[in-house]
């Protein structure tokens, strides 16, 4: 089993940058794919991105490509989500998710769930 805390969420004006890390427990950290969702009051979770268990490999939303950048560090089992330019509309409760699928980008696919840090971007 793995457990999933996410941190660095907050509030940002747009323009600006947020990172949120995303720590899990467990030796088989490396075994999982780490995905990031969000959603945002009244609308379905929303794909983000997701990284490969070697890291190797990263897909990221359309609504973010360009912006966002997610990042694993396995020593630390450790995933980061670097959000650049944010914009009012990347406002929503961002949460981190494991799989064992490759890189999957359905939240189906993903077994464990953190809480969910909530970003917040003023106009």
């Known amino acids: 089993q793995v457990q999933l805390v996410e941190s660095g969420g907050g509030l940002v004006q747009a323009g600006g940058s947020l990172s949120l890390s995303c720590a899990a427990s467990?030796?088989?950290?490396?075994?999982?794919?780490i995905g990031w969702f969000r959603q945002a009051p009244g609308k379905e979770r929303e794909f983000v991105a997701v990284?490969?268990?070697?890291?190797?490999?990263?897909y990221y939303g359309d609504s973010v490509k360009g912006r966002f950048t997610i990042s694993r560090d396995n020593a630390k089992n450790t995933v980061y989500l670097q959000m650049n330019s944010l914009k009012p509309e990347d406002t929503a409760v961002y949460y981190c998710?494991?799989?064992?699928?490759?890189?999957?980008?359905?939240?189906?696919?993903?077994?464990?769930w953190g809480q969910g840090p909530q970003v917040t971007v003023s106009s």
């Open positions: 467990g030796r088989t950290f490396s075994t999982y794919a």
């Open positions: 990284i490969s268990r070697s890291g190797g490999s990263k």
């Open positions: 998710a494991a799989s064992s699928a490759i890189v999957p980008r359905a939240p189906e696919a993903f077994t464990y």
